[in-house]
């Protein structure tokens, strides 16, 4: 039991060679220079994460409670516009800008639960109907993933919202389960790969066990794929979320959304447009910001699958 | 060959009888009750009445094994709520959802091939460059954001094009080019990608040294080999497209399955629901059976391989 520790700590060692650089501030700085396209994404990010962690300290005026008596104003650059109302206000003089901050506030939380639901989901059908491939687990797995995707994400999130209430968690459940399929057909296919490689072999003549061979071996290398996957989903988990609130399914007041701050405006479009613009506009650069990371994670990727 | 075209539709059929498995289960465990809402005078007796003329006062997996049978004989059922047969409903509704995302498809894969085939031949210069801008910002639109936005301008501020409803094929238009904007920046990115590629290939170095021109290597060579991940591509953007398609409609009030479907929900009409879902879900799975197995036509390797097994 001792020496076959020592052994795979040994073969662990001996990889060492292909491990990655030590992270310096130089070697961030350079990646950041070359790939600017990422530090844009990321620098836009950055700012709405801000605004939306930090919104109880930023916000101007009270998010909940409107001041009737400046209601529907117009935003700062058009004429009717109040300069303490930097976006406007809304049918009942709520501040736009201090909304939005909300809005991101949710946008983010449910945006990264809703991913870490997914992405475990995943994981765990990935991994073990890629181990198990070929068997009847694996066939029975894979036919579940084909039932999701051919179900229309919009339909099953109304059934389910309409069994459970729309809280905040169960709107991380139902964006969680409606959109798991993808991933783990890629984990699938990636464990299929792993498991014919040289050193899952080892691991296996070494006398690992399958849980360790799953946790230690699998996963480790499956961690950069996943970590480059996360921006994008994120960004495809804010959209469906304020698709829902806008479609009046998803989270319910006083709980504010970007989707529910752009539904309320819909009904002054023809007069007051920015109170559906603005909000848009919002999740157009967040998503904006988290595209432009994910895809220079998912280049980086592929680049690398490529050389090795 | 036959082999896989034969266990494909076993696939596909298992999965179609796991969706309407499931959609049935979870239709009945929602709370809210059909026979309530119908029932005029709401009296518990008129309720029961009804319930049972529904079948819904049995357990919900009697149901079920009476409902699997009528559906192999191909009886959708009735809907209590648009007083017609299932089918007819369907009929009705279907071709406006099919119309969007066939000329949402077309609209898009021709959009992106072009602009795909351009970036990768100017690859790495300022067209590259903008077109991937402009894909990256188009693929962060939500989607049913735009609609709203073309709607009040193209429609409410321009008076171009008609907003709402359906009378003529010009209703199409604005949803179809909504539905297609995803297509053409998913489209646009693989066929770059794949292009640029397959021009590096060694295969489209030896041509060009042969003194093949430059129009022949990029769709003899580079293109046809980019043929199928474009496909499978497709095939996935299918799925996408469809949800987006119901989503779309409903903004745009088009009296398609999307339409039909939401109301449906909502009013717990059980046997449209079932039948709606069950007919997007065979789209989803057929186009998807087909486009698998025209791999084999595409690729001679797969179809030696598939030979083989």
Known sequence: MESKETNTKTLESTNSV??????????????????KSFTIGLLIVLFMLSLGIFADYIVPHDAYNGNPREKLLSPFWMKDSNPKYVLGTDYIGRDTFSRICYGLQVSIIIGFGSVAVSLTIALVIGIISGLSHPSLLDSILMRLTDVQMAF????????????????????????????????????RSSVMIQKESDYVAAGIALGASKFRIAWKYILRNLLPSLVAAIPLDVANAIVLESLLSYMQ????????????????????????????AIPGFVILFFVLGLNLMGDTLQKKMTDVSVKG | MFGTIVKRILQGI?????????????????????????????????????????????????????????????????????????????VNTAPFTYALLFSAMILGVIMGLIFGII??????????????????????????????????????????????????????????????????TAVLRNVRQ???????????????????????????????NSLIPFITQIGGQVGVSLGTCVLIESVFSLPGMGMQILNAVLRRDYNLVQGLILILAATFVLINAIIDISYSYLDPRIRKAQGGL
Request: with cysteine; glycine share 6%; charged share 15%.
């Open chain 1, 18 to 35: 292909a491990r990655p650089k030590k992270v310096t501030f130089r070697s961030i700085g350079r990646f950041l220079w070359e790939n």
């Open chain 1, 152 to 187: 229309p994400f919009i339909v099953l999130a109304i059934i389910i919202l309409s069994v459970v209430e729309p809280t905040i968690g169960s709107v991380i459940l139902v964006l969680g389960l409606c959109s798991w399929a993808v991933r783990s057909r890629v984990i």
């Open chain 1, 249 to 276: 399914i998803g989270l319910k007041p006083p709980i504010i959304s970007l989707g529910s701050i752009m539904g309320d405006g819909r009904n002054y479009m023809a007069s007051h447009w920015w109170m559906t």
């Open chain 2, 14 to 90: 298992l999965v179609l009888v796991l969706v309407v498995i499931i959609t049935f289960v979870v239709l009945r465990l929602i709370p809210g009750d059909p026979a309530r809402q119908m029932a005029s005078d709401g009296s518990a007796q008129a309720v029961e009445e009804i319930r049972a003329e529904m079948g819904l006062d049995k357990p919900i997996y009697v149901q079920l094994f009476e409902y699997i049978p009528k559906l192999l004989t191909g009886q959708l059922g009735w809907s209590y709520f648009q007083k017609a047969p299932v089918f007819d409903v369907i």
């Open chain 2, 119 to 184: 970036a990768a031949v100017k690859a790495h210069t300022w067209v590259d460059r903008t077109l991937s801008a402009i894909a990256v910002v188009f693929q962060s639109m939500p989607t049913y954001w735009v609609a709203t936005m073309l709607i009040l301008i193209v429609s409410v501020q321009w008076g171009l094009l008609p907003a709402v409803g359906y009378k003529s094929p010009k209703y199409l238009i604005l949803p179809a080019f909504v539905v297609s904007i995803p297509i053409f």
């Open chain 2, 194 to 224: 794949n292009v640029m590629d397959g021009l590096s290939q060694e295969f489209s170095r030896a041509a060009r040294a042969r003194g093949i021109s430059h129009i022949t290597i990029l769709f003899k060579y580079a293109f046809r």
